[in-house]
Structure formats: C-alpha cells, structure tokens
C-alpha cells in the first residue's frame, strides 16, 4: 500500500522562508508531485521530482530522498499570495494515477 | 477559454436521484481522471482513462461510474446519490509524455 503524511497546518510571516515536508511509504516510487491549491480551486502543478536532490524554480524549491521516503517544499521571500493548501502526490504502483497527501494548509500574515 | 472545463460547477440534488458530472477538454490529451475532495481527506481517485476503450477503477470507485465518450469527453455518473457524496469533484487530463495533470476548476455537489 501507500502511505502519506505531511503537516496539516502551517503559519508563517511575509517575506520568511517555510518548509513544508512530506514523508510516503510506497510500494514502488514513480515520482513526487507538489501541487499548490487555492480555496475552493483547482490544484496547480508546482514540481515534480524523481531523482534525489533539489529542484529550485524561482522562489519555490523541491527536494527528494528516496532512500529516507522524504521530500520537501521550500517557499521563499513569502507572499500573502501563497496563503494555499500544498498537496504532496506520488505516482502509484503501476505509474498510471496520483495518490495524494491530505494536504498542508499554509497561512501567510502579515 | 479554459482548456478543461467541467459542467455543472454546482449542483444540490437529493438522495436516491442520478446524476452525472461532465468533464471536457480542448488539450488533446488521451488522459484523464476524475477524483473527489473532501475536507481533511485530501484528493482521492475515483476513475481514470487512458483513451476511449480504456476504463480503470481508482481507491474509491464504488457508487460511481463513467463514460468516456470521446477523446475530450469523460462523464461522472452517481446511479443513486447518497448524502456522504456531497464533495468536490475534480476532472484532470495529463499527455502521455509528461507527468504534470491539468485540473478543471471542480463540481461542488451536495445531496440532500
């Protein structure tokens, strides 16, 4: 089966820097999806990663350890935009779907 | 015009009552996915399709069915709505050569 946790609640402050982290337990990895997602919409891609290390992409970076089944979402220089949920997703087994986390709520003040 | 677009995008109906989602796509994609969003439950995959002829069930497929009826086109049915149905329902498409999924803006439903 597959298995994932991350935080379900984060505050920080505008123009900080937060980490969001994502833990999976995975039968056979395919790959680690971040998604950002507004309230009340659709969820917008954000990464991707399917090797180890850090993929930066402006102010939002992404990092995997596959040996630890860990990953990471790093924002910085935060907005009161950024105020969303962010979904953690692997691909499944066969590598046909997404199982996602249930999601970090961030809340960005000011 | 948004490239993937799903209708009705909020309905109330009462239990026992069939009702389907519909979900359209103008990106070319073969792919394509329906899942359900509940507070505190995250994204949870319903069905998916890889093209016409080809059905899947996902984690939580039971009261559902679908229809794809063409490439751009693939509809959500609930035979007999029940009140724990009440969700949002997203649509999603993705290429065949690239991982990222494409959302529609969702179907918020309530049964009554």
């Known amino acids: 089966g597959q298995n994932i946790d991350q935080p379900t609640e984060m505050t920080a402050t505008e123009g900080a820097i937060v980490q969001i982290n994502c833990t999976y337990q995975?039968?056979?990895?395919?790959?680690l999806f971040w998604y950002q997602q507004h309230a009340g919409e659709a969820p917008t891609f954000l990464s991707y990663?399917?090797?180890?290390g850090l993929e930066e992409k402006g102010r939002f970076s992404s990092f995997l350890s596959r040996s630890k089944g860990y990953s990471y979402l790093l924002l910085k220089e935060l907005q009161m935009k950024d105020s969303a949920s962010y979904l953690c997703?692997?691909?499944?087994?066969?590598?046909?779907?997404?199982?996602f986390g249930k999601g970090t709520t961030l809340s960005v003040s000011s | 015009d948004a490239d993937v677009t799903q209708t009705p995008r909020n309905r109330i109906t009462k239990t026992g009552k069939r009702i389907m989602l519909e979900c359209s796509q103008t990106?070319?994609?073969?792919?394509m996915y329906w899942y359900r969003q509940d507070p505190g439950l995250g994204l949870r995959l319903i069905y998916y399709?890889?093209?016409?002829?080809?059905?899947n069930k996902g984690e939580i497929s039971d009261g559902y069915s679908v229809s794809r009826q063409a490439q751009a086109k693939f509809s959500l049915s609930l035979e007999s709505a029940i009140p724990n149905q009440t969700a949002l329902y997203f649509c999603?498409?993705?290429?065949?050569?690239?991982?990222?999924?494409?959302f529609g803006p969702g179907t918020r439903l309530t049964v009554l």
């Open positions: 990106k070319g994609h073969d792919r």
């Open positions: 990663n399917v090797l180890d």
């Open positions: 399709s890889f093209d016409v002829k080809d059905i």
């Open positions: 995975t039968s056979g990895f395919n790959g």
């Open positions: 997703a692997v691909k499944n087994q066969a590598g046909t779907a997404l199982i």
């Open positions: 999603a498409t993705r290429p065949d050569d690239y991982n990222e999924q494409f």
